[in-house]
């Protein structure tokens, strides 16, 4: 009697045990939570995309991979098989793509939606929803062929910008700039002393005399209209000169003609006074040229007369 109540409590045991190690794995397997699942499919390349990888929904954690396979109906397309959690219903809007976790590598399914659709996906009977799987170039061959080719092109790109000829090239400028901003800081070096003497060389001039200068300039400018009218005056004067001279030819060639050289000595002392003119204002344009414009010089005083300075002695 004892020995078949042992019994009897080994198997209770035994069932119990087993009773609680099956609820374990059912709690740890996530059949506590809420899941459906949804199909992806594509007809390219899914990577080294693996079962249990994360599934996120905008970057937040919402279910995993539980299979992937090919599809029975067309075999070039693959079947990808997600626990998706119930509180994240997805819509006709939903769309798909692999992406990559950090510095890790690891590659996992990315939910997008951005509402334009709140429509449920469709199903077909007893069979599960599908959503299209976007071409991703996130480790896959054709962009790693692709990366490839653009770093042999930028090598072969640096190889012909880089070759000996460029390099000596280069050099030569970079020493070109070396030189120059040496004899930049030398320039540099040397403002300091520039500057005191450019002071010096302006310290050195007169003020004096350059306001008198200026000041000459200034009266100048004023007198010249009246120099202007001085030298129009000249002119007239020549002009009535030279009349005179045409009409004293003309007296004189007709005196000697008509009256028979009665009136000759009164013509040439006419023409002996006006001879005389001309040769003091001819004289007076050979040492004062510039009394043209600047008129008549003033006559230095003489002795006893004011401003009289007697010359200096050897």
Do not use: C
């Amino acid at each position: 009697m004892e020995n078949r109540a042992y019994a009897l409590a080994v198997g209770i045991f035994t069932i119990v045990v087993g009773l609680a190690t099956a609820a374990s794995f059912w709690w740890f397997s996530g059949r506590t939570e809420r899941t459906y699942d949804v199909l992806l499919y594509t007809d390219g390349s899914v990577g080294s995309l693996n079962e249990q990888a994360a599934v996120r929904f905008r970057g937040i954690r919402a279910g995993r991979v539980t299979d992937i396979d090919l599809d029975p109906e067309t075999p070039r397309r693959i079947l990808i098989r997600l626990r998706v959690d119930a509180s994240l219903q997805l819509s006709r809007a939903t769309r798909a793509r692999l992406a990559t976790q950090g510095l890790t590598g690891f590659i996992f399914v990315q939910l997008e939606d951005d509402g334009s659709d709140p429509r449920p996906l469709e199903t077909v009977g007893d069979e599960l929803p599908r959503l299209p799987l976007e071409k991703s170039n996130t480790n896959t061959t054709e962009a790693a062929i692709n990366a490839l080719n653009r770093i042999r092109d930028v090598a072969d790109r640096l190889t012909l910008v880089l070759d000996d000829q460029n390099l000596g090239n280069l050099r030569t400028s970079l020493e070109h700039v070396a030189a120059s901003t040496r004899h930049l800081d030398a320039t540099l070096a040397q403002a300091p002393a520039l500057i005191a003497k450019a002071d010096s060389v302006i310290a050195r001039f007169d003020t004096d005399k350059i306001d008198s200068m200026l000041s000459n300039v200034d009266r100048t400018t004023r007198e010249l209209p009246a120099t202007l009218a001085t030298l129009r005056s000249t002119l007239v004067s020549l002009e009535t000169l030279t009349a005179r001279w045409e009409a004293l030819g003309s007296d004189v060639q007709t005196r000697l003609i008509g009256d028979g050289g009665g009136q000759l000595g009164g013509t040439l002392e006419e023409l002996r006074r006006t001879s005389a003119e001309l040769s003091a204002l001819i004289a007076t344009l050979e040492r004062n040229p510039q009394s043209l414009l600047l008129g008549r010089p003033k006559a230095e005083p003489g002795p006893g007369e004011s401003g009289y300075v007697p010359p200096a002695r050897n």
